[in-house]
């Protein structure tokens, strides 16, 4: 079984020119991911089409051998991480809230879950953060809280969109030293899109790099 998977893949926007030529590729075995390239050459895209979040403009995708369609974020075991932006909205909730979202809005935490979760906050350098408000957090504590709300229901796939934007060398050292080993000890698969990761090219399993040259409108895809 493949974790991810497509075939003859074109990304892109309705009523605009594809981002991509044509590509396909497959993900069969846990580690971390890369998806390098430039500003608006179609890394986010790509990473949103594969989650289904973005009707891709022609091929397929496979997500565990499933049609995107049929995929259920939470009980597939999908996480996802967007930029540190789009969780701006959360003003007036605590750490603890916002990360509990990450188990559904039906789910019933026990004291043993609230545990698990003071336990996760302390791995990823948050212990004692729980009862804080969210908009009080910097931008890399922002990008772990939601790290973590994305690995509270144990994923086998972690989709993350630029995480080490926000954080200096030596956090962004710490990121990927947990990252690699959650997909270690757990047999996760991680995808992170970044402009360039030259100082962290030991932690990849396997890059996805966007090229394009100055005159061209699309990008071309080396796996």
Known sequence: MSYLSWKDLVI???QKASLIHPFSGEISEPGIYAILGQNGCGKSTLLKTWLGLIRP????????DAPIPTVHNISQGIGYVPQSHAVNKYFHITVLDFIKQGRGPQYRFTAKDIED????LSEWQLAGYQNRSFHELSGGQKTRAMIVRAILSCPKML???EPLASLDTCCQQQLMDTLEQLACDHKVCIFIVDHHLENFKNYLTRS???TRKHDQTRSTVII
């Open 117 to 120: 979760i003071e336990a996760l």
């Open 159 to 161: 989709f993350l969109d």
């Open 208 to 210: 996805i790099a966007f």
């Open 12 to 14: 892109g926007y309705p």
């Open 57 to 64: 403009m022609a091929g397929s995708v496979l997500i565990n």
